[in-house]
């Protein structure tokens, strides 16, 4: 037992031992995946909303830190029947403190719906955990965060009291009065 104990554990130092590495500047590609989770509704009726998906990101990195680019991800909703596909660009910094990898990922863009009214700005801030494999470039990255998808409302309804009605109008479209819904977010991601 105590020679099994030991070759996982030296498994573990030679996959895992080059955490402090530092990255190199090109090209950099993420694949991930991500979860994410809110409530929605009244505080009598209060629903879970659970999204799962998979994201593509490429880029470049700049220097041993800094890396900016751009992707997409395709996610299904697992409570709600929603399909999301959130286009984004991404910024994120990774940091080696003496061994200590953790890294910052900011994205930004336009996140479609298949129900129209559900389209609207994406905004995804997340911090983490980078564990490199190997020598080279390779890692496996976990971060909590958040996800903020905007709606645009194209339909607005008002109650008149006096005769006890909701009326109903259309409203166009539009991309500066949106409401967002927010989201705690889990994201396991392979780069290199």
């Known amino acids: 037992m105590k020679r099994k104990l030991l070759a996982v554990i030296l498994l573990c130092g030679a996959v ?8 190199s500047e090109g090209r950099r590609t993420f694949w991930e995946w991500g979860t994410d989770y809110r409530s929605e509704g009244s505080a009598d009726l209060l629903n879970s909303v659970v999204n799962t998906g998979v994201s593509y990101s490429t880029g470049y990195q700049l220097n041993r830190n800094l890396f900016l680019g751009g992707g997409a991800e395709l996610s299904f909703g697992l409570t709600l029947p929603q399909v999301t596909l ?3 660009m991404q910024v994120r910094t990774d940091q080696n403190w003496g061994g200590f990898t953790p890294f910052a990922d900011l994205r930004l863009g336009y996140s479609l ?52 009605t909701h009326h109903v109008w259309s409203v ?21």
Request: no cysteine; proline share 5%.
């Open 16 to 23: 895992f031992g080059a955490g402090a590495q530092n990255i």
């Open 86 to 88: 959130p286009i984004y």
């Open 113 to 164: 719906t298949n129900a129209s009214e559900e389209s609207g700005l994406y905004v995804s801030p997340m911090v983490g955990y980078r564990f490199a494999i190997g020598k080279g470039n390779h890692g496996i990255s976990v971060g909590l965060g958040m996800t903020m998808k905007g709606r645009m409302k194209y339909h607005e309804s008002v109650y008149d009291p006096e005769t006890g």
């Open 172 to 192: 166009k479209p539009n991309f500066f009065k949106q409401s967002f819904r927010n989201a705690f977010a889990i994201r396991l991601s392979w780069d290199y």
